[in-house]
């Protein structure tokens, strides 16, 4: 076997080797912008999903079926307690004509078993019943409290307060991604003035 044939024979096991590497690295591309398509449908869906739920339970901050139920103080102490991801305040929950005390708060650890390291569970409490948190992929949830001007009150706080209006910021990242490339695929939603009509009783 002379010389020029076994240059032919390495030769072709190169462009073999570089055409079968291209073909892979295109195969993988290919399912990285599958899996990134369809984890970004998913985080939009969670969003207006989680979106819709808080924009229902904090439009009822202050309301009661019963008015003559609700504390005496009443705007002063609809949001009976404010941090920067927790919030308690005052509200009818099931329309029943008593006042209830909801908590909502941001967990502080990981998920077991849940791939994105930063996602914690949020978690809602009504009166002193068992929380119920909620995976969806969460990984920022924000409150900022003001008063009627604008000026901000700083955290944390209890009543009597002067809130008037809050700013929710909310990040979501999906629970699993392709090589835990988390951020590339992420929605923030903020709502600049969730002011709720019972506060102005």
């Not at 909801?102 to 929380?131: D, E, F, M």
């Not at 409290?145 to 809130?163: L, W």
């Not at 835990?180 to 019972?198: C, D, P």
């Amino acid at each position: 076997m002379g010389s020029t044939t076994l240059i032919d024979i390495a030769g072709s096991f190169l462009v073999s080797g570089l055409l079968l590497l291209t073909a892979l690295q295109l195969d993988q591309k290919s399912i990285q912008t599958t899996f990134d398509s369809q984890a970004g449908l998913t985080v939009q869906e969670n969003m207006v999903e989680l979106i819709e739920y808080l924009q229902y339970n904090f439009r009822k901050i202050g309301y009661c079926r019963i008015p003559s139920k609700l504390p005496s103080s009443a705007a002063s102490s609809f949001i009976q307690k404010g941090d920067t991801s927790c919030i308690w305040f005052l509200t009818d929950a099931s329309n029943s004509g008593n006042v209830d005390t909801v908590k909502y708060w941001l967990g502080t650890t990981p998920i077991p078993g849940c791939p994105n390291p930063h996602a914690r569970l949020l978690y809602r409490q009504i009166n002193s019943n068992a929380p119920v948190g909620t995976n969806l992929g969460i990984t920022q949830f924000e409150i900022q409290y003001y008063e009627a001007f604008g000026i901000p009150i700083p955290t944390p706080f209890g009543p009597p307060n002067q809130t008037q209006f809050i700013i929710l910021t909310v990040r979501m990242e999906p629970i699993s991604a392709f090589n835990t490339n988390y951020s590339n695929n992420f929605a923030i939603w903020r709502q600049t003035r969730m002011v709720s009509r019972n506060m102005k009783r």
